[in-house]
């Protein structure tokens, strides 16, 4: 099963976003992502604990910590998900196989490459870019 906390992480930022400073409840936001309250509130929190949203009690989130160009999609996959690996390498290899042998290996230089260039293309990318595809930022 896919983890969709980065993609509702994006959601959040972009409706803060859009608000421009006006306070913003996690109840509004659930609404907006069609999800239940907790779950974005407990999204928030990670979010808030990276540097990115600000928030105050009993009136929610009150805004962006950075600007949308300086928030990279990096910093907010890394705020939210648990597993940052995007893939884990089968360790209960048959090591008389010569295949079972060095797979674990071949594969660990494989995914670090791919690992590297997933958190380059993430890097590059900013809040800003999600919010220009929405049409709804300069």
Known sequence: MYST???VSIHILSLIALKKGNSITSDY???SVNTNP???RRLMSGLKKAGLIQTQTKIGVTGLMK???EISLLEIF???EDRQDLFAIHSDTNTACPVGAK???VLEHVNEKIQ???EEELESLHLSNILAG???HE
């Open 67 to 69: 600007d949308p160009e």
């Open 78 to 80: 890394k705020a939210v």
């Open 5 to 7: 906390k980065y993609a």
């Open 29 to 31: 936001i659930a609404e």
């Open 103 to 105: 797979i674990g290996c």
């Open 134 to 136: 929405l049409g709804n």
């Open 116 to 118: 590297s260039s997933f």
């Open 38 to 40: 907790a779950l974005v």
